[in-house]
Nanobody, 121 residues
Framework: QVPFVESGGGLVQPGGSLRLSCAAS????????MGWYRRAPGKQRELVAF???????TYVDSVEGRFTISRDNAKNTVYLQMNSLKPEDTAAYYC???????????????WGQGTQVTVSS
């Protein structure tokens, strides 16, 4: 069973907004901080933001002030509200634990299918 199911991506004009959702396995969601990651064409996957179990958020500089990460512990779901989108935000977006499962001892390196965000006029 895939531990992460992302949704909410799409095509949006520069300056627009999108809200991404990720339904996670409860056994992961209840224990770990959760992160959003992205992979742009030709680039490595990078961290965008993460949120602790107690809902304390952290953002990378490039999205600070534009993106908001949140979590609903009752629904095992993490969200990413993205405002003021820029063409350089174009990427496939993924959620995972933070750090990702693959670097946690005893866990397999598992990812969901991701959701594509394209920012273009």
């Amino acid at each position: 069973q895939v531990p992460f199911v992302e949704s909410g991506g799409g095509l949006v004009q520069p300056g627009g907004s999108l809200r991404l959702s990720c339904a996670a396995s409860g056994s992961i969601f209840r224990v770990y901080a959760m992160g959003w990651y992205r992979r742009a064409p030709g680039k490595q996957r990078e961290l965008v933001a993460f949120i602790t179990v107690t809902s304390s958020p952290t953002y990378v500089d490039s999205v600070e002030g534009r993106f908001t990460i949140s979590r609903d512990n009752a629904k095992n779901t993490v969200y990413l509200q993205m405002n003021s989108l820029k063409p350089e935000d174009t990427a496939a977006y993924y959620c995972n634990s933070y750090p990702p499962l693959g670097v946690i001892p005893g866990r397999d390196d598992e990812w969901g299918q991701g959701t594509q965000v394209t920012v273009s006029s």
